[in-house]
């Protein structure tokens, strides 16, 4: 379906108005996008916004409305959103799809429409929808890195591991592999567990997108040649390949004598004018030059830590390695943890932002989950930080209203930079704004760059609550 005549799929929650937040886009630089399957009943319209990128190799960004990356989300329609994902992922490797996904597509649908408990009840649904699957799951850094969590919580028996741009002493690297159109492309992959991760079992990659599939490819490809395995899954929020793409996952398939499936919430195409990645440089070039960067440091508020008393020896994410134990062991901890920092903010009425950062994701998910659902009057939203430059619009129609750029601050092997922090100040709309953010960092990255940097930012926004994750450090294997 054409951008134009998608009118019906829009997302109130991130523009206003009942605006699609990709119309801004779609006129400039002629960018369409075209609904194909809708296994859960979401077109591309209702799953991704649009905004326009600060990068030499790609004009456009599809900016998700369920990932939690760049949009303050309901935190419990993102974990929904990646456990329907799971489901759909169960029905393929046992081919008992199940009344899950079908019947939670309503919800999917009422969630992304504001419809008040459509989130928790979609999340509800799919928590516990049926037996352990024996799995590997591999999610990407930086962007799915709690979706690929979320689809192992769905499978509820899979071994979870993210790939890494962050270098760390002690761990062995398993292979690597490189996202062509990234902005920064090294991946590294270093579980603490080899064994549990070298395994002939299914091996489920996720990312929120596929626009070409190349970065799975060459995934399995590495895989592969350290360890082969009969079965592959891919699992994104949309997949927006072409004829060419999906032929190439066939040939290599067929080349190395495996099954490779590919799921997705909404299949689809975008439509590129000739001539877009120039259009797109020359928008950003105009742009930038006026441009007015929101949240430079003030006085603003105050920064106040909570101490989360994180479980000993449990692994802040799937960096090295998450097991089902692991799991079970955080979903004990979660209720107590979220408690502590509801008794450091401000009140328990108005909104609220869980803020993560870059490639830890799902620790700040699943506690902006549990204060969700803890403080019922209060709106609780989650996001995280990221490397990906993207250029910020003010404009009911664009995805990316305002961005906050701040210096890195976990001492990352590839040098300083900029990092940011999208449609986190309120901009041009004061119903945006926050009354309160959580901000929930590993503790290597808990620094005086921090300090100086993001957290001055966001204290001129709102009062700030910060909550440090020790970052597992076991060198080598874990028991």
């Not at 799975?216 to 929020?237: D, F, G, Q, S, W």
């Not at 903010?345 to 609220?352: D, I, K, N, T, Y």
């Amino acid at each position: 379906m054409p951008v134009e005549d998608s009118r019906a799929l829009r997302e109130p929650g991130t523009g206003s108005g009942g605006v699609w937040p990709g119309e801004w886009v779609a006129k400039r630089l002629g960018v369409l996008l075209d609904d194909g399957e809708r296994p859960v009943g979401a077109g591309l319209g209702d799953l991704v916004g649009l905004a326009v990128r600060r990068n030499p190799r790609r004009a456009h960004l599809l900016v998700s409305a369920v990932l939690g990356k760049h949009v303050p989300t309901d935190p419990r329609l993102v974990h929904g959103a990646g456990l329907l994902l799971g489901e759909l992922v169960r029905g393929r490797l046992t081919g008992a799809a199940g009344s899950g996904p079908g019947a939670s597509g309503p919800l999917l649908l009422a969630s992304l429409g504001g419809s008040p408990g459509a989130a928790a009840a979609l999340r509800d649904r799919l928590g516990e929808s049926g037996p352990p699957v024996d799995a590997v799951v591999l999610g990407y850094a930086e962007t799915a890195t709690s979706l690929g969590h979320s689809v192992a919580d769905a499978l509820r028996g899979a071994y979870y591991l993210h790939s890494t741009r962050r270098p760390v002493a002690g761990f062995g690297t398993y292979g690597g592999f490189e996202e062509e159109h990234s902005h920064a492309t090294s991946h590294l992959l270093l579980p603490a567990d080899r064994a549990a991760f070298d395994r002939d079992v299914p091996v489920v990659l996720v990312d929120d997108e596929l626009s070409t599939g190349r970065t799975v490819l060459n995934t399995i490809e590495a895989l592969h040649a350290v360890r082969p395995r009969r079965r592959y899954v891919v699992a994104a929020l949309v997949d927006v390949r072409g004829p060419d793409d999906r032929e190439r996952t066939q040939a290599l398939a067929a080349a190395l004598g495996v099954r490779i499936d590919v799921v997705a919430l909404a299949h689809g195409r975008v439509g590129l004018p000739e001539g877009v990645l120039e259009a797109g440089q020359q928008l950003v070039a105009g742009l930038s030059a006026g441009s007015v960067e929101t949240g430079a440091p003030g006085t603003g508020f105050g920064v106040v830590r909570a101490d989360l008393d994180w479980p000993a020896g449990l692994p802040d994410g799937g960096r090295h390695g998450f097991s089902p134990g692991d799991r079970g062991r955080l979903e004990e901890a979660l209720p107590a943890m979220a408690g502590r920092v509801a008794a450091r903010l401000p009140g328990a009425e108005g909104r609220v932002l869980v803020l993560g950062s870059e490639e830890l994701m799902y620790a700040p998910l699943r506690l902006a989950e549990a204060l969700a659902d803890m403080l019922p009057r209060v709106d609780v939203r989650f996001s995280t930080t990221t490397r990906s430059p993207v250029l910020a619009v003010d404009d009911p129609g664009y995805a990316i209203r305002t961005r906050l750029a701040f210096p890195a601050h976990d001492d990352p092997a590839d040098g300083t930079g900029e990092r940011y922090a999208y449609n986190v100040a309120p901009g041009s709309d004061p119903a945006r704004a926050f009354d309160a953010i959580v901000l929930v960092v590993d503790d290597v990255a808990d620094t005086r760059a921090l300090a100086d940097g993001l957290l001055a930012r966001l204290a001129a926004l709102a009062p700030v609550v910060l909550a440090t994750v020790p970052s597992f450090r076991g060198g080598g294997e874990r028991p």
